[in-house]
């Protein structure tokens, strides 16, 4: 069998790894990658050296993937527990037998004196095995108990070898898991990521998209309802009469005017970064001056949301209210406790506590996402005809909890689950199928189909199933489980007897393969790393049958911008894209919703008015196949790492515009921008003096021969006053053009790079600075050849160069002018100095604002760069004044944030 590119990385660095002595290791590829492959290659190489293989898998599905590739590959295997072959595929479950699985251990206790007599017997059968290969597919489930009991069995098998697998990235671990991790298998030995294993084509390519909606009307109706007595608590808090020290008051004594000995503003920061969040938004709103030392960035230009309104509060519970005896804070504590559960939140002795929200509820289950679904059947079918496989996958078959009293009448009682969505799509497609753990069920002619379908290979199973029909759909009874029934409806659905397999992300998640899948509808309301790595990876196997094959995956987000909680949904995509990378519509690998749309920001939701345009462009998007594979330029040479961008959006024309000289190379669909240092055209002042002197002498002999001395002595004189009129036209035109200039993308970047370089802060400057112009206009810069770290470094670093003045510690400016009136009418022969009108002031980044010297160095990559400049210590007596002058100005006028991006 044909190795792929990582595949084969993957094995050169283990077998580096053991060559080095190492018993333990740990590799990393995405779902559909292979890396069963990697595993039981390594298997086979220790089977032929005379160690058995224990494979160890989290479900029974993943157990029997590995029997039946290790069957293809010659290799005798055994899902026994007595080892009785050179391969044994187990699950987790098979070795954590406890005695009574109620019983926690006790302190001190080991888990594996808690063993059943079965665990006992087969941790004995590993000790006995002789040379061990340990095999952990899908690691990441390794957590506290199954992850402890490893931990335990290991120490007692300390000659044997251990291979880690997993799809989860190490970046998303928890730092308990992390550590756990490394106690088991150590530093990595390999990993690669999605965008690698599309760029090398083992992996389709892929977009993710989203489509929006808003609640019902009766669901918007309850949900406006339930927001009213929070925004009755808003509207009390910013009046000067709730409590002996309002609200507003608690805030600026707290943030802005603090008292000798109270936390700086670094110090809140570092202990409660959410609560800092919370007081700059609470500051953008214009209810809260500017704490000093405070930046603001994207995350903060936005207004308070309901969690940081509660946070807010919160703050001033425990601060105040809570230890106070007074009336009033007793009446402002009651007012709280009433209006905090719309928002999902109780306010407790503790202080405030998050519990289960019926707004999440409403929003998460909502029947317009049920709606957005068959609209995106009816699109997805246009756009793939017959070949469309298209899975759409929610949390469960059915609601399993009754709904609350006041949910009653609001949504329907199974309103998100799979037979909910089935029964909608049954009503216009004949060609959809649902399967769960529980339940086969669908159209009764596609049921029929289906049991054909399997009297094709298994007619004694086929002849004991019959089509019971139902009021919106019919199920398919008979004797048989989900281990039969899972395999025969997905070859079904690979054959094209459904086109649409709707279920459960339990059934249809980690573990389940059909290489045919062309997208996935998301109605699930999961977000842990693991759920949102295997559902992506359903769709990403490349199709033997279809080369050319394109993944699209759609996200249904439910939005109500009128409740404080109303983008609950939103946040909730927001974290599905968090640490995942994909193409967006200009070409970059981007992380987060900004690969889905370049106007989606993580900190807030579209407006409703954008939704219609959105979808709509949405929908253009997943119909043109052509352009999602060309844009991830698959192929094409690739470094597999990670840095930061900052894109730049101009408000106005000619706000910090491309520099002049800079050379657009196409590279579609967007284009490159690489500085091509083109100097002015500029004479040295020996070059002006040779100018004047050779102008002097074209005047002599212009004279008239017969006029005599007095005609040289003219034309010396005429001379003179060129060489004069030169040195003079020179000087205004370029002070005049130096004034008019605005500093440039590349400028800015520029300077900043310089700086931090260095200051060493980084390991390259300018020359690594790399700019792209997008389809819209936009800039985006990055520091590329720089880690990770110092490549988000510079991206905080220019975005505060470009942001709004706040309070930094140091100032630098560049001159201006208003009005260049007298430089345009400079008369020849007129010389002098001439100045600028008056000066802009920009901050200098804070990592280049702690220390004098530091300041000193940025001051002089900007003089280099975008200009004479005068750089001011802000806590000076000149600097207090011109700070608090331009405090909140915006010399630049551009919009900059930072998106983590692939390379």
Sequence with gaps: MKLRVHQQRALAALEAAWVEGRRRAWVVLPPGAGKTLVGLEIAREAITDGAKVVVLSPNTAIQGQWLRQAATLGLSTSASRDLDAPLTSLTYQSVAVFGDPDDEAETGESHLARLHDNGRALVSALRTAGPLLLVLDECHHL???????????????????VLGLTATPPEALTKEESALVGTLFGEIVFATSIPAVVREGDLAPFADLVWLTSPTPSEREWLRGSAERFEELLTALTSADLGTVPFLTWLDGRFVSRSDGAPTWGEIVKASPELATAALRAHHRGLLALPDGATLTEAHRRAPSAEDWVALIGDWVRGHLSSSEAAADQEALAAIRQALPAVGYSLTRRGIRAGRSPVDRVLARSEAKTTATSAIVDHERLA??????????????????????????????????????????????????????????????????????????DPGLADGLRVEPGEAYATLVGRWGSRQWVGHVTRFFEAGGCRVLVGTRGLLGEGWDARSVTGIVDLTAATTTTAVVQLRGRSLRTDPARPDKVAVNWTVVCVEEEHPRGDNDWKRLVRKHTGFFGADEDGSVVDGVGHIDESFSPYAAPPESDFDEINARMVARSEDRTAIRERWRVGEPYADVAGRTVRVRLHRAGALRVPAGVVLAPRPPGFRLVESRVP???????????????????????????????????????????????????????????????????????????????????????????????????YRLHLAGVPEEESALFAASLEEALSPIAAPRYLVSRPVVGDLTALKRLRLGVVGHHTAGGEAWHAVPTALGRRAADAKAFRAAWEHWVGGAALLYTGSPEGVGILAAQRGADPFDVTAVIRRHWS
């Design 143 to 161: 957590l506290e108990v199954w992850g402890e009991l490893l931990g335990e069995i290991l120490q007692l098998l300390p000659d044997a070898r």
């Design 680 to 778: 002015e055209w500029r004479l040295p002042a020996k070059g002006w003096l040779a100018a004047a002197v050779l102008l002097s002498i074209v005047l002599v002999v212009a004279i008239d021969a017969g006029s005599g001395a007095g005609g040289v002595l003219g034309g010396a004189a005429g001379g003179l006053w060129a060489m004069w009129a030169a040195y003079a036209y020179r000087d205004g035109t370029r002070m005049a053009s130096q004034l008019r200039r605005r500093p440039t993308v590349g400028a800015v970047g520029a300077a900043v790079a310089d700086g931090l370089k260095e200051t060493g802060q980084t390991s390259l400057g300018a020359d690594g600075l790399e700019i792209a112009v997008d389809s819209d206009g936009s």
């Design 384 to 457: 793939h005809g017959d070949s469309l496989r298209l899975l759409v996958v929610t949390d469960h078959e059915r609601a399993s909890a009754t709904l609350p009293v006041d949910l009653r009448g609001v949504i329907a009682e199974q309103a998100g689950s799979a037979r909910a969505v089935l029964a909608t799509l049954c009503t216009a497609h004949d060609d959809v199928l649902l399967v769960t753990g529980a339940t086969v069920a669908g159209p009764a002619a596609t049921l029929a189909a289906l049991v054909a379908h399997i009297a094709e290979t």
